[in-house]
């Protein structure tokens, strides 16, 4: 087995408190000979850790075959140290294929990852596509986004080759591999900002909120994980978003009037009183003149009410949700101040919807 060690500045990667990397977090990259964890083996594990003011940076690369358990025991022996672990792409392919190559060398008496908070930054990219600017969530996509930029860039083809030449003896220079490692290594710590996008990390408590103003607009300010990345924005059918430094804005775009509230249960226990434009219960219609009252139905089964209305997310679960008509595909829910002044558990629902959180 081939162990090459490196430090590099952590100035390099303005690490600072707010960036909220320690010496507990293992950046982890791996390298395969194909995707089937039944048939290719790691070729090559990369870590990064902070120490002080520098990052330790292993790379361990297989000389053939039989050196994957010695790589998977000196793995082992980091993971104990940390508490987190980062990767890019970890939960479809890194996890499960360590995991299974562990288990075929070891046995699965001791698994490999135990007790760690393990961050997926492709999946937190993923997770909040709508609202970002990506064509998709690939390596190169997310480097070309960020701006990060590769001296010695290799699909994975050219890599895998670039071993094999190297494992045959053909090739006694690893120095293509470590390039490529670095590069790895360097290009996850670097995108460890996109944490920001994981808005499961933030705390909806400290939410600042203002207005409604004259014209219907709720302003919220919310602090990511730690700073965005780079600023960028963008609008749904729900409100407007921007990312920028230590704050995500959102903004919503109240409607104001008079909307609907269909009512649940059979409309045959509905009756629909055209006077007051609203549905009611049969138990209390029959206190009210025949000629004022008519039976419900599925058009006029609903109550109205006069107001302030925030669009609602597809993903909100709400009960008293109101419409326009009955064929309307946008639903709102009814703005109350107090609950709004408040931070209530229901606004509190309400912003994790536009989050998809």
């Not at 358990?69 to 980062?86: I, Y």
């Not at 946008?330 to 609950?339: M, N």
Request: charged content about 25%.
């Amino acid at each position: 087995m081939y162990r090459h060690f490196l430090q590099i500045p952590a100035s390099d990667y303005t690490v600072t408190s707010e960036s909220r990397i320690d010496e507990n977090t293992l950046f982890l990259n791996i390298e395969t000979t194909g995707l089937s964890y039944r048939n290719a083996f790691i070729f090559m594990i990369g870590t990064a850790r902070l120490s002080g003011d520098h990052f330790e940076v292993t790379c361990l690369l297989a000389e053939n075959r039989r050196d994957e358990p010695d790589m998977l025991n000196d793995l082992k022996q980091a993971l104990k140290e940390v508490r987190s672990l980062v990767t890019f792409g970890g939960r479809l392919f890194s996890y499960r294929f360590l995991t299974e190559r562990w288990d075929n060398s070891h046995g699965e008496d001791e698994p490999l990852f135990e007790n760690l908070e393990m961050t997926d930054i492709q999946q937190i990219l993923n997770n909040c596509r709508s609202i970002l600017p990506l064509e998709d969530v690939k390596k190169r996509t997310v480097e070309a986004w960020l701006g990060i930029h590769r001296d010695h860039p290799m699909t994975g083809k050219e890599l895998i080759n670039t071993y094999m030449h190297w494992e045959s003896g053909k090739d006694t220079d690893p120095e293509k591999l470590i390039s490529h490692h670095l590069e790895d290594m360097a290009s996850l710590i670097r995108m460890y900002p996109c944490l920001s996008y994981d808005f499961k990390r933030i705390d909806l408590h400290k939410a600042i909120i203002q207005g409604p103003d004259d014209q219907g607009t709720i302003n919220i300010m919310l602090p990511p994980f730690v700073p965005f990345p780079k600023a960028t924005d963008c609008r749904n059918a729900c409100a407007y978003y921007k990312m920028e430094g230590p704050v995500l804005h959102i903004q919503i775009s109240c409607r104001e009037g008079k909307l609907r509230y269909y009512l649940p249960g059979p409309v045959k226990d509905y009756d629909y009183l055209p006077l007051e434009d609203q549905a009611v219960h049969k138990s209390v219609s029959r206190f009210v003149d025949k000629a004022h009252r008519r039976p419900a139905t599925k058009e006029t089964c609903y109550t109205t009410a006069y107001g302030l209305f925030l669009p609602i997310p597809e993903n909100h679960a709400e009960d008293l949700l109101f419409k326009e008509d009955l064929s309307s595909k946008e639903r709102y829910l009814l703005y109350d101040e107090r609950e709004w002044k408040e931070t209530a558990p229901k606004v509190l629902s309400y912003i994790q919807s536009l989050l998809n959180i």
